[in-house]
C-alpha cells in the first residue's frame, strides 16, 4: 500500500483494551500523531450460549471522548471490506460494480492495483 492510517486493536479480555488504547495513544502522541476518537469505533463481543453478542452501549475511551460501539447491524469499513459483530460483511452486487471504478481512482501504482485485484 502507499500509506495506511487504519488501524485494529484486538485484545483476548476487554479489561485489557483502555491500557491498550493508551499505549497507542502514548506511541502516537511521541510521533506528532492522534488517535481521533470520532472516527473510532469500538466492537466488543461477548460469548452466551454459543453465540457472539455485541455491546451497545460505549465502554471505551480515547482522550476522554467515548468511542462508537458497533452494533449488530452497524458495520465498519477496514481497508475496504465491512466488518461487523458477525465478521467480515460480503459485499452486495453494488459494491461489486464499484470495485473497479474505486481502484481506478486509487493513487497507487500498477503492482498496488493488480495485488489489490488478486
Given at each position: 500500500m502507499a500509506f495506511t492510517d487504519d488501524l485494529i486493536l484486538l485484545e483476548e479480555e476487554e479489561v485489557r483494551v483502555p491500557n491498550t488504547l493508551a499505549e497507542v495513544e502514548d506511541f502516537f502522541a511521541a510521533r506528532g500523531m492522534e488517535v481521533n476518537p470520532r472516527k473510532n469505533a469500538g466492537l466488543c463481543i461477548r460469548g452466551y450460549e454459543g453465540k457472539s453478542i455485541p455491546r451497545v452501549r460505549p465502554v471505551f475511551r480515547v482522550d476522554g471522548h467515548w468511542i462508537r460501539?458497533?452494533?449488530?447491524?452497524?458495520?465498519?469499513?477496514?481497508?475496504?471490506?465491512?466488518?461487523?459483530?458477525?465478521?467480515?460483511?460480503?459485499?452486495?452486487?453494488?459494491?461489486?460494480?464499484?470495485?473497479?471504478?474505486?481502484?481506478?481512482?486509487?493513487?497507487?501504482?500498477?503492482?498496488?492495483?493488480?495485488?489489490?485485484?488478486?
Open positions: 460501539p458497533v452494533k449488530a447491524m452497524d458495520p465498519f469499513r477496514y481497508l475496504g471490506y465491512g466488518f461487523g459483530s458477525f465478521g467480515i460483511r460480503r459485499p452486495n452486487l453494488y459494491a461489486l460494480q464499484m470495485m473497479p471504478t474505486n481502484l481506478h481512482r486509487a493513487a497507487l501504482n500498477v503492482d498496488q492495483k493488480f495485488f489489490l485485484l488478486k
